[in-house]
């Protein structure tokens, strides 16, 4: 018998990979996935602990749900399993099981392989099932193959977990220690993708680019050589990675982006502040100019490269001088997009408990500095495409009738008028219009435009 699955996701793509998995997982066992949680036979938050207020808003969500899984109980139309997964599961556990006893199951992001045998203890016994445990097998070598088409844009996680120990961020406890997937195993996985319809593969890892390991060769592997095995697979047209840290940043690696067509020129690089003193504090263990050489040793190998990058204000301690040096570095790199977030005081982590904690009005301040600053830049950038082609990968339907949604190789997302038969193909676009997030076209040809044959008819210039 069917049974309805519905996942909430929050957070970064491994959550949105970590969803798709648990669908497989538990498709043997009759679920299939719905798009709302009433009536469902079981519902997983999936979870994230990066930013403050992240448990309240899943108790919040735990009280609406609670109400539905006793109107299904009451309609006498079978049990809900409520679980809660990921990151604020793994950190908060316990707190879980003692505050929200009707949750039937919580767990962490390295257990949910186990998930048929958490079901079935959860079905027999009242009480809470908890798994936060770090299990010595990884999850990958005993997850099922993916059950269907994970769509024309994939994602696969090549590595988990992080060595690095920032001070303000909780992933290393939630997500653990550093760990990479072999490479056999991520080639036979983008293999059955490809086959399945993906044309685009976006590498996850918390710290995708430290991913290393033995390739079928015997030798090992950086990320740039498994970059260059996918980029042999027949009908894998662009592949991107994320995120990465500057300093695994590997010759090879950059090579990467001037030889193998495939790699997207698009880069997700966080620096975080701009303040040498701000990132000693932060232990990321480089400069600032470090990451301005680093960006152009990027740009020398690719020169269309569009920059990413995530970016705190308020960090413990931050003085105005400080923040003016992180717009100083935003305003010399230009990026094309980048997220920015006001410092979160994270439990159990040691910024928490170190340096003079800022008042919010001056991390609010900052942060709308910060952002109109990198909102101009991506306008800026978008406009550059304005009465130029692009090779676009429709991935989507639009909302709108007849349209159709994809991606430029720099991540901007564009819309035009055209046939849903043009839906998994790279077709040439004209940019009628930009938009801050987004680009408006039309479509030119019709054509399939290879990765390959294709060349970029614009040139990009850090927009300032
Ligand atoms: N591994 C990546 C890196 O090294 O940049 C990203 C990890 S984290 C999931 C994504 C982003 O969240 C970080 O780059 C950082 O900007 C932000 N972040 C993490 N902890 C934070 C905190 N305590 N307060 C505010 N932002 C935080
Ligand atoms: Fe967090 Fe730093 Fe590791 Fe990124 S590198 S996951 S910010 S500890």
Same mark, same amino acid.
């Given at each position: 018998?069917?049974?309805?699955?519905?996942?909430?996701?929050?957070?970064?793509?491994?959550?949105?990979?970590?969803?798709?998995?648990?669908?497989?997982?538990?498709?043997?066992?009759?679920?299939?996935?719905?798009?709302?949680?009433?009536?469902?036979?079981?519902?997983?938050?999936?979870?994230?602990?990066?930013?403050?207020?992240?448990?309240?808003?899943?108790?919040?969500?735990?009280?609406?749900?609670?109400?539905?899984?006793?109107?299904?109980?009451?309609?006498?139309?079978?049990?809900?399993?409520?679980?809660?997964?990921?990151?604020?599961?793994?950190?908060?556990?316990?707190?879980?099981?003692?505050?929200?006893?009707?949750?039937?199951?919580?767990?962490?992001?390295?257990?949910?392989?186990?998930?048929?045998?958490?079901?079935?203890?959860?079905?027999?016994?009242?009480?809470?099932?908890?798994?936060?445990?770090?299990?010595?097998?990884?999850?990958?070598?005993?997850?099922?193959?993916?059950?269907?088409?994970?769509?024309?844009?994939?994602?696969?996680?090549?590595?988990?977990?992080?060595?690095?120990?920032?001070?303000?961020?909780?992933?290393?406890?939630?997500?653990?220690?550093?760990? @990479?997937?072999?490479?056999?195993?991520?080639?036979?996985?983008?293999?059955?993708?490809?086959?399945?319809?993906?044309?685009?593969?976006?590498?996850?890892?918390?710290?995708?680019?430290?991913?290393?390991?033995?390739?079928?060769?015997?030798?090992?592997?950086?990320?740039?050589?498994?970059?260059?095995?996918?980029?042999?697979?027949?009908?894998?047209?662009?592949?991107?990675?994320?995120?990465?840290?500057?300093?695994?940043?590997?010759?090879?690696?950059?090579?990467?982006?001037?030889?193998?067509?495939?790699?997207?020129?698009?880069?997700?690089?966080?620096?975080?502040?701009?303040?040498?003193?701000?990132?000693?504090?932060?232990?990321?263990?480089?400069?600032?100019?470090?990451?301005?050489?680093?960006?152009?040793?990027?740009?020398?190998?690719?020169?269309?490269?569009?920059?990413?990058?995530?970016?705190?204000?308020?960090?413990?301690?931050?003085?105005?001088?400080?923040?003016?040096?992180?717009?100083?570095?935003?305003?010399?790199?230009?990026?094309?997009?980048?997220?920015?977030?006001?410092?979160? @005081?994270?439990?159990?982590?040691?910024?928490?408990?170190?340096?003079?904690?800022?008042?919010?009005?001056?991390?609010?301040?900052?942060?709308?500095?910060?952002?109109?600053?990198?909102?101009?830049?991506?306008?800026?950038?978008?406009?550059?495409?304005?009465?130029?082609?692009?090779?676009?990968?429709?991935?989507?339907?639009?909302?709108?009738?007849?349209?159709?949604?994809?991606?430029?190789?720099?991540?901007?997302?564009?819309?035009?008028?055209?046939?849903?038969?043009?839906?998994?193909?790279?077709?040439?676009?004209?940019?009628?219009?930009?938009?801050?997030?987004?680009?408006?076209?039309?479509?030119?040809?019709?054509?399939?435009?290879?990765?390959?044959?294709?060349?970029?008819?614009?040139?990009?210039?850090?927009?300032?």
């Amino acid at each position: 018998m069917t049974k309805k699955l519905f996942i909430k996701t929050w957070g970064c793509q491994m959550n949105v990979y970590d969803s798709a998995r648990m669908v497989d997982v538990l498709a043997p066992l009759g679920y299939r996935p719905v798009d709302e949680p009433d009536g469902a036979d079981m519902v997983i938050l999936n979870t994230c602990h990066i930013r403050e207020k992240a448990a309240e808003k899943v108790f919040s969500e735990l009280g609406r749900l609670r109400q539905l899984k006793d109107r299904k109980a009451e309609a006498e139309d079978g049990r809900m399993i409520l679980a809660v997964a990921g990151c604020v599961a793994q950190a908060e556990g316990e707190e879980i099981v003692a505050r929200a006893p009707f949750v039937d199951m919580v767990f962490g992001p390295q257990t949910y392989h186990t998930l048929p045998e958490m079901v079935a203890k959860a079905s027999r016994a009242a009480g809470s099932v908890l798994n936060t445990d770090f299990p010595a097998e990884s999850k990958f070598d005993l997850l099922p193959e993916e059950a269907g088409s994970q769509g024309v844009a994939a994602f696969l996680a090549v590595q988990e977990g992080c060595d690095k120990f920032c001070t303000f961020c909780v992933v290393p406890y939630t997500r653990g220690a550093e760990f @990479s997937r072999p490479a056999g195993q991520i080639l036979a996985e983008a293999k059955r993708l490809v086959a399945g319809g993906t044309r685009e593969i976006t590498l996850l890892g918390q710290n995708v680019n430290a991913w290393h390991g033995d390739g079928p060769d015997g030798a090992t592997w950086g990320l740039g050589r498994l970059i260059r095995a996918l980029a042999e697979i027949d009908g894998l047209a662009r592949i991107r990675y994320t995120t990465s840290h500057p300093r695994d940043m590997a010759d090879d690696l950059i090579r990467a982006h001037a030889e193998v067509p495939q790699l997207m020129p698009y880069l997700h690089l966080p620096v975080q502040a701009g303040s040498d003193r701000i990132l000693a504090a932060m232990n990321r263990k480089h400069s600032a100019d470090d990451y301005r050489r680093l960006v152009d040793r990027l740009r020398d190998a690719k020169p269309d490269l569009a920059m990413s990058g995530d970016f705190i204000v308020g960090f413990p301690g931050e003085t105005d001088a400080d923040f003016a040096q992180t717009l100083k570095l935003v305003t010399e790199i230009g990026y094309a997009q980048a997220y920015s977030f006001k410092y979160s @005081s994270r439990p159990g982590t040691p910024a928490a408990v170190e340096g003079a904690q800022l008042p919010d009005a001056v991390k609010e301040a900052r942060l709308e500095a910060l952002r109109q600053l990198l909102d101009a830049q991506q306008i800026a950038f978008n406009h550059g495409f304005v009465g130029r082609s692009v090779p676009v990968l429709f991935d989507r339907v639009g909302r709108r009738d007849g349209q159709l949604l994809g991606r430029s190789p720099w991540m901007q997302s564009v819309h035009a008028e055209a046939d849903e038969r043009l839906l998994g193909r790279i077709v040439e676009v004209r940019v009628d219009a930009a938009r801050a997030n987004s680009l408006a076209g039309t479509v030119v040809t019709g054509e399939y435009v290879t990765a390959s044959s294709f060349q970029p008819a614009v040139t990009l210039e850090a927009s300032a």
